[in-house]
């Protein structure tokens, strides 16, 4: 059973840093594809950032592009950890931050798991 524990979160000024992190199990980390999301209240989750299996390949949204690092850790098989280090935040960067692969939100539509996210907030 996949489980995704997401943390790192806050309430940051505009302009700081905060680091996420996201630990996978249940699945297996190093076949996937790794993404974050968020959701802003009233809006739909978006995609941020993904980084490939081999950690080499990387996709960010435009907003976030020079802002956000997506990576990812998997020397130790306990511990299936992707980050998300978020530098010089605005107040629209406010949202809920999740971790997925990005296979299985395809496949899996409206029924994906989704862990309990961690909270961002951006204060101007």
């Known amino acids: 059973q996949v489980q995704l524990v997401e943390s790192g979160g806050g309430l940051v000024q505009a302009g700081g840093s905060l680091r996420l992190s996201c630990v996978a199990s249940g699945m297996i980390f190093s076949l996937n594809d790794m993404g974050w999301y968020r959701q802003a209240p009233g809006k739909q989750r978006e995609l941020v950032a993904t980084?490939?299996?081999?950690?080499?390949?990387?996709?960010?949204?435009d907003s976030v592009k020079g802002r956000f690092t997506i990576s990812r850790d998997s020397r130790d098989n306990a511990k299936n950890t992707v980050y998300l280090q978020m530098n010089n935040l605005k107040p629209e960067d406010t949202a809920v931050y999740y971790c997925n692969a990005p296979s299985r939100v395809r496949i899996g539509g409206a029924n994906v798991y989704w862990g309990q996210g961690t909270q961002v907030t951006v204060s101007s």
């Open positions: 980084i490939s299996r081999s950690g080499s390949i990387y996709y960010y949204t």
